[in-house]
């Protein structure tokens, strides 16, 4: 059987341009203008690439993109101080916080002081806790979208046997409580999983996020099986 490859830059483009409509409509209601406020520190070059990246799509969505660009010395308290100046900015609706952060600064510390209706990369521990227990939450982006693109491709996931290969906080296990609220039977393995292969070829939707490129072989892979690469391959 020869596989298909799944066009998620053509989705991508039929979402931004929903969001855009949407966007517009809240404005035409007489609402002020959605604003992001992206907070990056330091200068590393990934880093650099996925928030330019953000700012790209919220401008072309219609709201407002706030940039802060703080040096790599900047202090834990510093950057808490920002963060709760944009807590208490009304005109401030999403804050984001690009990671990895300089080794001064513990990371769980500043996510946790983003208030968490403002938390829109959903890594606050009252969004996961709220994503875990059903509840309305703000989600990561990643598995989100990657949960979008599985229902654009297949419709109804009731009762397909979901298997995501990684358990990070950012990607596998929301992943799995996203996949779970859809009805699938959910397997996550890890790196003490046993025998890999053989949980992979029981998959109707096999999601990657190891960050290993080609970790997934062809032949774990049962014929008609969906498959979401989670990561950038170079």
């Given at each position: 059987m020869s596989a298909a490859i799944i066009d998620g830059k053509a989705f991508a483009a039929k979402l931004a341009q929903s969001i855009g409509k949407a966007v517009a409509t809240i404005m035409a209601s007489g609402a002020p203008q959605p604003a992001l406020a992206v907070v990056l520190v330091g200068n590393d070059p990934a880093s650099e690439v996925y928030v330019r990246n953000k700012i790209k799509t919220t401008e072309a969505s219609g709201m407002l993109s706030i940039e802060h660009r703080l040096p790599v010395t900047?202090?834990?308290?510093?950057?808490?101080?920002?963060?709760?100046?944009?807590?208490?900015?009304?005109?401030?609706?999403?804050?984001?916080?690009?990671?990895?952060?300089?080794?001064?600064?513990?990371?769980?510390?500043?996510?946790?002081?983003?208030?968490?209706?403002?938390?829109?990369?959903?890594?606050?521990?009252?969004?996961?806790?709220?994503?875990?227990?059903?509840?309305?939450?703000?989600?990561?982006?990643?598995?989100?979208?990657?949960?979008?693109?599985?229902?654009?491709?297949?419709?109804?996931?009731?009762?397909?046997?979901?298997?995501?290969?990684?358990?990070?906080?950012?990607?596998?296990?929301?992943?799995?409580?996203?996949?779970?609220?859809?009805?699938?039977?959910?397997?996550?393995?890890?790196?003490?999983?046993?025998d890999l292969p053989a949980i992979c070829r029981e998959a109707d939707i096999l999601v990657a996020a190891v960050g290993r490129p080609e970790m997934i072989r062809g032949d774990w892979v049962k014929p008609g099986a969906v498959i979401i690469d989670v990561g950038i391959n170079r």
């Open positions: 900047t202090s834990q308290a510093e950057l808490l101080a920002l963060i709760e100046q944009l807590n208490t900015d009304n005109a401030v609706d999403g804050i984001l916080v690009q990671l990895p952060l300089p080794d001064q600064i513990d990371a769980d510390a500043i996510i946790n002081a983003i208030s968490a209706d403002k938390d829109v990369d959903g890594f606050h521990v009252v969004n996961v806790g709220q994503l875990w227990a059903g509840l309305p939450s703000l989600v990561p982006c990643t598995p989100f979208g990657s949960l979008l693109l599985l229902k654009d491709t297949l419709g109804d996931l009731s009762g397909k046997h979901a298997v995501i290969v990684g358990r990070s906080n950012i990607v596998g296990k929301p992943m799995a409580q996203l996949l779970l609220s859809e009805n699938c039977t959910i397997t996550v393995a890890h790196s003490r999983s046993k």
